[in-house]
Structure formats: C-alpha cells, structure tokens
C-alpha cells in the first residue's frame, strides 16, 4: 500500500506520461481512446529511479484512489480519461444531461460570461454531471465559482459533447449565453 504523499506524487507523475507528454517517455498512446499497455506504462514508470520500485497494483491504488477518477484501466490498458494537451484524444458523442457544471474562479468568471467557455492550454472544457467534480477542479485556481451549463441550448448552438466517463462530460468550447453562475444554496442538489 503506498502512502497518500506517495500516491500522489505516483499520480503525477502518470498523468505527465498518460496526459501531457507520452513521447517524452517512449510512449504511443492509441489515437481514438488515449490508451497504453499497463505493462507499458509500467515499464516506463520503473525506468525511473526513483520508481523503479513500482508493481502494477500501486499503479492500480492510484486509479482506484484518484478523486476526480482521473484514470482508467480497461483489460490490460490503461489510459488518462481527460485533461489531454498532447494530440487530441477522440470521444464519441453523447447526449449529455439538460445542465452540466463547470468550476472555474473569481477572476476568470468575467471573461466566461463575456466569451464563454474555452479549453485554454487543454483540448477540451471539462464539465461534470455534479457540482462534486466541479468544486473539486474549480478550488484549485482561486476563489471557487460553479457555472451551470445548459446543454439543450448548447446544442441547439451546434455545441458537440463528449462522454468521457465517471459523469465527465467534454466540448470543444461553451457559448457565454449557455453559463450561468450557480448559487450556493444550489450546490450539492
């Protein structure tokens, strides 16, 4: 069992491989769902020195443990299931629920509701089902604001969306008339 500094630090360091930079490490990740080898993965992860220690179930801790899920295995691969800014992964469309959500901060929130919502250094907007996944990615850059994302009237906007598992959702990008800015007494419902 790893502790939960070195889960993290684990953490890190796959979604560097799995979401940013694969080529830096000899890395092919299949072109439509992002995916490796675990044993691949694995390999790669215990050529480093200070990992070369790593068995496959820490790899597995990891996955199982990531709060926003942030990894999947599936048979023997394993693949980041969003946050890519290597070479676009591709999804399947899907018909997403009728709101979405969206964490973001206090300075940002201006230029949203001027602009909408862009992927920024990342391929795609991420939004979530709940407001969970969305505090939890929006708390990190800032004073916390959760937008509300109607997807009927997105759609109707020629907004595509993506499933990508675990109640993410992706697009390419939100029209600002589509946000809207959750109350507090909204969130958790």
């Known amino acids: 069992m790893l502790n939960q500094a070195t889960e993290k630090s684990l953490s890190k360091f796959m979604t560097k491989i799995l979401r940013h930079s694969p080529e ?15 044993s691949i993965l694995l390999e790669v992860i215990q050529a480093q020195s200070q990992w070369k220690w790593v068995k496959q179930e820490d790899i597995e801790q990891v996955v199982q443990n990531s ?8 048979a023997d691969r ?9 070479n676009k992964v591709q999804y399947a469309p899907g018909e997403p629920p009728a709101v ?3 964490g973001t901060n ?7 509701l001027k602009d909408g919502i862009s992927p920024m250094n990342r391929q795609y ?3 979530s089902e709940g407001t969970h996944f969305a505090a939890l ?18 759609q109707q906007l020629r907004v595509t969306f993506y499933y990508a598992g675990n109640e993410v959702w992706l697009a390419d ?17």
Request: hydrophobic content about 35%.
């Open 24 to 38: 830096d490490f000899g890395v092919v990740l299949d072109p439509m769902d992002g995916s490796c080898p675990l």
């Open 125 to 127: 907007v991420h939004l």
């Open 137 to 154: 990615a929006g708390s990190r850059r800032g004073e916390l604001v959760i937008l509300k994302v109607d997807t009927v009237n997105a």
């Open 100 to 102: 979405l959500y969206h």
């Open 106 to 112: 206090k300075k940002a929130l201006s230029s949203i």
């Open 67 to 74: 709060d926003k899920q942030r990894f999947e295995i599936e």
């Open 173 to 189: 990008s939100v029209p600002p008339g589509c946000c809207s800015v959750v109350e507090n007494e909204e969130i958790g419902h």
């Open 78 to 86: 394993i693949r980041a299931r969003y946050g890519h800014s290597h």
